[in-house]
C-alpha cells in the first residue's frame, strides 16, 4: 500500500536557524497535506498542496510540492519557540476519502 | 460552535474491561475517522466513515467496532481492552470534497491507558 515517509523524526535546532524537512511518497499523489501538532495538542491542518511544483507560503513557513508529485518540503526561517511540535505530511488514499500520514518530525527549538 | 469534542478526555482501564469513546460533530460533515496515535509511529486509521450508516475498516481495526447512526455522531467501541491499545486516540471529521482543502479536524483527543 501507499506509504508516506517523513526522516529523521527528530531534530533540534537554535532559535533563529532555518529548518528544511521533507516528506516522500511512494506513489504519485492528487495532493499533499501538512498538518501541525503542538506538545499534548491534537493535529492542525496547515495547508494543502495540489499543484505540480506548486508553493505557497505562510509567515515563516515555505511549502513546496515536488515536480512529479511524490515529494514535499517544509522550510521555516528563523525558527522560533511557537515552531515547536511535529510537524506531519498526510497523502489521500482510498479514492481520496482517507488520508495516509507521515510518521511525522518532532521540532524542538532552543532558545 | 464546538467542532469536533470526544469524551473521556482520559481513561485508564483494567485488562479484559470494554468502554466506549465518544465523537461528535456540529460542523455537519460527512467523513469522520477514528485514528490512534502511539510516540513516534504517526497516526494510524483505526476505522472511517463517509457517511450515516457506513462505515470501513482502515488500517489497525483488529479489537475495535464503531457505528455511525447519525452525521453528528461516531462512537468507537474497545471490546475486551488490550495492553496494546494504550494509545491517544483522536477523532477527526471532513466536509465532503467540493474543490477545495480536503482538511482534517481533529478532536482534542482521548489518552487511554489499560493497565
Known amino acids: 500500500g501507499q506509504q508516506v515517509m517523513q526522516i529523521p523524526q527528530y531534530q533540534h535546532v537554535q532559535e533563529g536557524e532555518d529548518f528544511t524537512t521533507y516528506c516522500n511518497s511512494s506513489t504519485t499523489l492528487s495532493n499533499i497535506q501538512w498538518y501541525k501538532q503542538r506538545p499534548g495538542g491534537h493535529p492542525v491542518f496547515l495547508i494543502q498542496l495540489v499543484k505540480s511544483g506548486e508553493v505557497k507560503k505562510q509567515k515563516r513557513l515555505t511549502f513546496q510540492f515536488g515536480e512529479a508529485k511524490k515529494n514535499s518540503s517544509l522550510h521555516i526561517t528563523a525558527t522560533q519557540t511557537t515552531d515547536v511540535g511535529t510537524y506531519f505530511c498526510?497523502?489521500?488514499?482510498?479514492?481520496?476519502?482517507?488520508?495516509?500520514f507521515g510518521k511525522g518530525i518532532t521540532l524542538s527549538v532552543r532558545p | 460552535n464546538a467542532g469536533v469534542t470526544q469524551t473521556p478526555k482520559f481513561r485508564i482501564l483494567k485488562i479484559g474491561q470494554s468502554m466506549t469513546l465518544q465523537c461528535a460533530q456540529d460542523m455537519n460533515h460527512n467523513y469522520m475517522y477514528w485514528y490512534r496515535q502511539d510516540p513516534g509511529m504517526g497516526l494510524k486509521l483505526i476505522y472511517y466513515?463517509?457517511?450515516?450508516?457506513?462505515?470501513d475498516k482502515g488500517e489497525v481495526p483488529n479489537g475495535y467496532n464503531v457505528s455511525r447512526s447519525t452525521t453528528e455522531d461516531f462512537p468507537l467501541r474497545l471490546e475486551l481492552a488490550a495492553p496494546s491499545q494504550t494509545s491517544v486516540y483522536f477523532c477527526?471529521?471532513?466536509?465532503?470534497?467540493?474543490?477545495?482543502?480536503?482538511?482534517?479536524?481533529f478532536g482534542p483527543g482521548t489518552r487511554l491507558t489499560v493497565l
Open positions: 498526510a497523502g489521500p488514499t482510498g479514492a481520496n476519502s482517507k488520508l495516509t
Open positions: 477527526a471529521t471532513r466536509a465532503r470534497s467540493s474543490g477545495g482543502a480536503n482538511e482534517q479536524f
Open positions: 466513515s463517509v457517511g450515516a450508516g457506513i462505515t
